[in-house]
Structures are given as structure tokens and as C-alpha cells.
């Protein structure tokens, strides 16, 4: 059965830092597109940042720009969102999401960034 497991998750302030993980089972982890979502209360979820299989492309939302930096490695089979300077409207619950010909969703990490 495939597993998608993220940590990481916590309370910070404002400025602070997080760095999430993501590990899943998939026998072919490295054919896989990688991607982080984020849903925050009464928000739809949305896209925060997406890695090729071979990690040579990343992609990012304009609102996590030169603040959040996605990561893989595929022999430890776990992609990371590193972030930096995190602020009030990051906190949500955060996604991994595993992409080839089918589609897995972890069940999420919350992140809250308060004072």
C-alpha cells in the first residue's frame, strides 16, 4: 500500500523558519513529479512548489518566491520544502502530493506562523 508521510510541521513566528518532509512508498519514486500544496481555513488548496522527477525543474507559486526552496532526494524517497522568512498568511496545512500515472496525496502537516 503506497504511504505519503509529512512532517515537519509546527508553530513559528513571524520571520522564522520550517523545513518540511515528505516520504513515500513508490516503488518508482524517481519517475514521480513532486509538489507541495498548501489549504488554508476557507481557502481552496493551491499550489506552493513542484519539482521534475529527475529534480532539474522546479516551479513555485509568485507568493513563496525567494522564500521557500523544494528539494528531493531520490534515494531516501522524500522530496523537502525548505522555508525561510515565513509569514502570517503561510500558515496552513501543507500537502505532498505524488504525480506519474496516478496521483497520491499525503494527509498533511499543519504550519502556523504567529506571534
Known amino acids: 500500500q503506497v504511504q505519503v508521510v509529512e512532517s515537519g510541521g509546527g508553530l513559528v513566528q513571524p520571520g522564522g523558519s520550517l523545513r518540511l518532509s515528505c516520504v513515500a512508498s513508490l516503488f518508482s519514486f524517481g519517475s514521480y513529479t513532486m509538489s507541495w500544496y498548501r489549504q488554508a481555513p476557507g481557502k481552496e488548496r493551491e499550489l506552493v512548489a513542484s519539482?521534475?522527477?529527475?529534480?532539474?525543474?522546479?516551479n513555485y507559486a509568485d507568493s513563496v518566491k525567494g522564500r521557500f526552496t523544494i528539494s528531493r532526494d531520490n534515494a531516501k524517497n522524500t522530496v523537502y520544502l525548505q522555508m525561510n522568512s515565513l509569514k502570517l498568511e503561510d500558515t496552513a496545512v501543507y500537502y505532498c502530493?505524488?504525480?506519474?500515472?496516478?496521483?497520491?496525496w499525503g494527509q498533511g502537516t499543519q504550519v502556523t506562523v504567529s506571534s
Open positions: 502530493k505524488a504525480a506519474w500515472f496516478r496521483i497520491y
Open positions: 519539482i521534475s522527477n529527475a529534480g532539474d525543474s522546479t
